[in-house]
Every structure is written in structure tokens, then in C-alpha cells.
């Protein structure tokens, strides 16, 4: 059994590569992404339109919240192999995390950390806007928005790269490369 956390921006890559590994190597992915937007559709209560509204900004939803969704899902998938992705994206996060895991005897056996060039990404992100402009798009998927979460990711995110490289378990990938090539080094990381 493995659990692994994917690390990086918006638009690096994480949710095709949790994907691969929930079809090919019997993961379960907890997307906290994924996870509030099933949220926000199950009630139109006012927590549900609070959460969209921060969503749609691109900030991170409360951690209270958020945590509060995860711990429950740790529970149940204890005895699984686990992507998190989209989770920890704060340092609280990361903490309760390891405390969550603890309390079911488990812990994370890699930290997956994608390395980007930013203004590469910036500019896959606007191509893939202007491409996919009369497609259904998720509401927080325009320019603005993504160029926030972007902000969002260096400012609240990125420390927690320092904090699992002093546990160790920290491994750095090249997000630029192909969808293959990035997999094939994740297999390598979790063998
Ligand atoms: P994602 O699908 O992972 O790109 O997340 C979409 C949006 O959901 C983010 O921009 C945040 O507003 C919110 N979100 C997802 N995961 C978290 C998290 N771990 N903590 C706080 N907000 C989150």
C-alpha cells in the first residue's frame, strides 16, 4: 500500500498523472478539488455558495472545511493506496495530514513535487483557454482565476516543499516533460 501526495500548480500536470495511476496501478484519488465542487452540487445551502464563490476567486477554501472533507475520506480509504492531489496546499494542511494518517496508523510514503517553469505554464494556460473557448469549462478555469491560483500556489503552497524535504520524503520531477516520461519516473519514485 502506498500514499503519495502530487504537488504542484494548476495546469502542471497532477490530475492527468493521478488519472494513469488510478486506471493503471489501482489508486484511489482524493482530489479536495473534486471533492468541494461534489460538495457545492449536493447542497445550494449557504456554505455550498460560499464555497463556489472562493472557488471561482481562485483562494483556498477555509481549512476547517477542507480538512473536515479529507479526514473522513483518510478514514475510509485506510486500507488503500492513496494519491492526494489538490492536498495539503498549506503548511496547516500538510500537519494535520500526517496527524490524520497517524491516527490510522499509516503515513505518506512520497511527496511528489512538480517542477514547472512558470511563464511556460502561463502561456499553456492561456493557449488552452483560447482553445477550449466554446467547450463547457469548470468556472474557475479563465485567465484571471488561473493566474490567481497560480499566485495562490507560490504564496501558500510552496512552502510545504521545505517541510517534507526535512522529513525526507520529499522527490523532485521535471512537470515539463511528456505525459509519459513524467509517469514512468513517478513508477520509478513509488517501486
Ligand atoms: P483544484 O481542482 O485542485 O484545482 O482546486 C480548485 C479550487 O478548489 C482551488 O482553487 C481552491 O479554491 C479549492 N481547493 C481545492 N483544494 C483545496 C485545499 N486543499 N485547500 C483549500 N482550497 C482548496
Known sequence: MKRIVLLGPPGCGKGTQSKLLVERNSFVQLSTGDLLREETLKSNSDLGIKINKIMESGELVPDEIVIDIIVKKVKEFRDKSIIFDGFPRNINQAKV???????????????????????????????????????????????????????????STLPIVDFYESKEILNKIDGMKSIDSVYSEILKIIS
Open 97 to 155: 495530514l500526517d496527524n490524520s494518517l497517524k491516527s490510522v496508523s499509516i503515513e505518506l510514503d512520497n511527496v511528489i513535487f512538480f517542477e514547472i517553469n512558470f511563464d511556460i505554464l502561463k502561456e499553456r494556460i492561456e493557449n488552452r483557454i483560447k482553445e477550449s473557448q466554446n467547450q463547457e469549462q469548470r468556472k474557475d478555469d479563465n485567465l484571471e482565476t488561473l493566474l490567481n491560483r497560480i499566485e495562490v500556489f507560490k504564496s
